[in-house]
């Protein structure tokens, strides 16, 4: 179809400034290190960092999977915390008034802190570090989906109610396809931040993951080894993020383009 | 059908101050009559219709459908508002068919009634477009032909062409009517455009702002079907003028 393969090329044409800018960069990083002969221990060239990559590829590749693990579970996790939890949230002002703080405190602890204390409760495994995931990827989804819910324009609820709608009907047939654009926004910032919490519990208790790689790199001046692993984070986040808009763009085609004129309000 | 007797509303503002927003306003709409309600801003019309729709309760006097007090929503009434307030994630079809599908009433033949209700609406082809690619005029067409899909006896109106630009107000004035015509249900028309109540309405209903009250009941003699060119006649000129006496003059009293 000629216009799908004209959406497809503009979309190609609009992406080309990113993929200039980026090249770009990274022409300039090994430029300026080879140029000014910076030590590697203190800024690795783009070509060392894959150069060391591709040595240990198989322990590199081990350390992203494990840490895509623990990213998904918590991600999951948030998801399906979350989304019951804005309903409650969004369908009471006594249960909002009861939850809301407790939420907020949740999300004012450092969650840097958090992990060793969980790590002694739980144990240095899989578990901790999930939940330091699901506490740092949880709360901007709440939000965002206790906007969107909120935000059904009060004529649609009134229609509803016209229509005998209940509760539970005004929620599941108005409220929440309504507040699909903003659960998908609040799906993309979780998505980006899932990958910063399991870092984060890596840090502190584990064996294996990129957290991990980076800190034991770091320990033995292994500099390229650690960029290595923050580049691979960083495009860990980059697929999740287009993962989700994917996601939106097949199952919920409306909702891509109402982002514009319906602004999340978080 | 629809009588109001006697109501009085009293909201709660804000600030907790009690809000008078309408007294002691009593009137009949008869089976297949057009009464439009003129006001200004304040004077509590939308109130007036909601609690037609049973969505708010009076607080004093009542409400009643052939005899029978209005406590909560009808089936033989149906609403179209100021904003079309469409589902953005539904089809044309699928919004039009939204409140029957919300109230199990979808019947074999829902759908095709549907598409033929849009076809006469001039929306033929548009049954699987998104609201967001209508115009404003052809999303407020939707959200009538949402209304009309129920086939209600009393069809409450707020405003519906309030949102639009005056070209299209007017044509989709002369539409409303001629998709009333063929229908004649009963129609409580909301605006504050005089002469949009006068070509539309067999009564005019003049209600003076804070509380709301009902000042005049204008008859409109024009023969019908209506249409603009009308609006040189005698008829069109002395209802039009009697009503916007009663809502300027009572401006210009309280301001001399």
Known sequence: MPPARHERLARLKAALPAWIAVIGLFLAWEGAVRFFGIREFLLPAPSAIWTATVAVWPTVLAHTGSTLLTVLLGFTASVLVSLPLA??????????????PLLV??????????????????????????????????????????????????ELIELGRACRAGRVQELLRIRLPFA??????????????????AVVAEFVGADAGLGYLIQTSMAFFRTPLAFSAVVILAIMGIVLFQAVSMLERILFPWSSGAENSAPPSA | M?????????????????????????????????VAIVGASGCG???????????????????????????????????????????????????????????????PDTEDKARALLATAGLAGFESRLPRELSGGMQQRVAICRALLQEPRLLLMDEPFGALDALTREEMSIELLRLWAARRMAVLFVTHSIPEAVLLADRVVVMSPRPGRIVDVVEVNLPRPRSFDQEGTDEFQRCARRIRDHIFGNRAARAA
């Open chain 1, 105 to 154: 405190v949740t999300q004012s602890i450092p969650k840097v802190a958090l992990a060793p204390i969980l790590i002694v409760a739980l144990g240095a495994n899989e578990v901790p570090r999930v939940i330091v995931t699901f506490l740092v990827a949880f709360f901007p989804l709440v939000v965002a989906t206790v906007a969107g819910l909120l935000a059904t324009p009060p």
């Open chain 1, 180 to 197: 699909v654009p903003f659960v998908f926004g609040g799906l993309k910032v979780a998505a980006a931040l899932s990958v910063v919490g």
């Open chain 2, 45 to 107: 019309k939308s109130t007036l219709l909601r609690l037609a729709a049973g969505l708010v309760p009076a607080s004093s006097g009542g409400v009643s459908i052939d005899g029978s007090a209005v406590t909560s929503p009808r089936a033989e009434t149906a609403m179209v508002f100021q904003a079309a307030t469409l589902l953005p994630w539904a089809d044309v079809l699928r919004n039009v068919t939204f409140p029957l599908r919300l109230m199990k009433r979808i019947a």
């Open chain 2, 2 to 34: 629809i009588r109001f007797e006697r109501i009085g509303k009293t909201f709660r503002g804000r600030d907790g101050a009690a809000v008078e927003a309408l007294r002691d306003v009593s009137m009949d709409i008869a089976e297949g009559e057009f």
């Open chain 1, 87 to 100: 309903m409650l949230i969004a369908s009471s002002r006594a249960i909002s008034a009861a939850i809301y």
